[in-house]
């Protein structure tokens, strides 16, 4: 039987390094890398465990994994996160439109999510607040305030408390969402066409966002530059298919603010920096190096050109890729846990070799995922995660 001979911390430091820890670290509770309410609900019933949990992400309806879960399944990480302005007076409320009951949360964008209240699922985007806006109008909308002071209490009490009394990796929560909140913003259809035909409004959507994330984590990393060890952002970039827009539109108008965003990060902070797009990205992989960002989350291994062999052979000596754990949309939902544990067999053995690799799922554990499936995944990657 093999054993552990370092901490948690000792072993995602290694793995991040690009270096060969005593087992390959495991990941789970994130925003990115989470668990469906769902999902969680029945794991634990099926576990017997007698405890409540709570909803960390209302819009994808995650739930925060207890210490007792996250135990359970060897869990290297730990997660802290900002909250949001002493100002903003947020909260689901309900509502009824077109006789239908609704869950409603306005963030602090003004952006509108909502959720069915008779199918409880997640929330989508029903008001882009900017759908309509004029130029002028961009420039005067309430932009939220990124270093607004209460969004920062009492943070480096708890990220001190988790590096001063527990062995784990500290991880920040998603953050840095630049691109993405653009569309929220406008609509999606609407954004794209933008790129073609107005690409000056883009520039200055963008650069209100930037402004945003910019003070945010001027702010943020104040407080806890010196304690994380992992700082977590992300814009999804692709589909099933690859690139969802044309990349040479990423390198002349998104990348540009990406870049400047990375590099500010690095020079504030030693904490590796974790990259989240969904879909078939390898066309951008170098795009996001040239950026800056160390990490690459979710590796989507059913997507185009994203073979996990290929992946590591063409990027393994610079990149530390974090999940590619299961296929999500043809095995962990679907399959037996025999073939969930020969999936993650076969992911680990392409993208565990030399270091540079953290385990977890491909994207969120979706809410119809079986107890059994979910245990079979963690019990083999740990299983099968120690180096000889």
């Known amino acids: 039987m093999k054993h552990e001979t370092m901490t ?66 060897h869990v290297d990480t730990r997660y802290i996160s900002a909250g949001a302005a002493a100002t903003w007076k947020g909260g689901i409320v309900q509502a009824t439109r077109n006789g239908r009951a609704w869950h409603d949360l306005t963030d602090e964008f003004g952006i509108r999510w909502s959720m069915p209240d008779s199918h409880p699922l997640y929330m989508d985007i029903t008001l882009h607040p900017l759908a309509n806006a004029t130029l002028k109008e961009v420039a005067d909308y309430p932009w939220p305030k990124g270093d607004d002071p209460g969004r920062f209490a009492g943070l480096r009490e708890r990220a001190l408390q988790l590096r001063r009394d527990t062995p784990y990796a500290v991880v920040s929560g998603i953050s840095g969402v630049v691109y993405e909140i653009c569309w929220y913003l406008r609509g999606l259809e609407q954004w794209f066409c933008d790129l073609m035909t107005e690409p000056e409004f883009c520039e200055a959507m963008l650069d209100q966002t930037l402004k945003f994330w910019m003070d945010w984590f001027r702010a943020f990393l104040d407080e806890v530059g010196d304690v994380v060890d992992v700082i977590m952002i992300g814009d999804d970039l692709a589909g099933q298919d690859g690139p969802l827009f044309n ?38 992989i170098p795009e996001l190096l040239d950026n800056g960002i160390n990490i690459l989350n979710p590796v989507q291994t059913s997507a185009r050109h994203m073979d996990p062999v290929k992946l590591k052979q063409q990027f393994g000596r610079n990149l530390v890729f974090w999940g590619g754990g299961c296929d999500s949309q043809h095995v962990l939902p679907t399959g037996t846990p025999d073939q969930v544990a020969a999936d993650v067999r076969k992911n680990m053995a392409a993208l565990k070799p030399g270091g540079g690799y953290i385990f977890n799922n491909i994207h969120n554990i979706q809410g119809e995922v079986s107890p059994e499936n979910i245990i079979a995944m963690y019990d083999t990657a740990y299983a099968c995660g120690f180096y000889d």
């Open 247 to 284: 990349p040479e539109l990423y390198r002349r108008i998104v990348k540009p603010r990406h870049k400047r965003l990375v590099q500010y990060i690095r020079s504030r902070t030693q904490a590796k920096i974790w990259y989240h797009t969904c879909g078939g990205c390898r066309d951008y």
């Open 8 to 73: 948690s911390r000792e072993r995602m430091l290694k793995a991040l390094n690009l270096e060969q820890p005593d087992r390959v670290p495991i990941d789970l509770g994130g925003n990115q890398t989470g668990i469906h309410k769902n999902a969680y609900r029945n794991l634990i019933r099926h576990l017997g465990y007698a405890e409540d949990f709570q909803i960390m992400d209302a819009v994808q309806q995650l739930a925060k994994p207890s210490e007792r879960v996250l135990e359970r399944f």
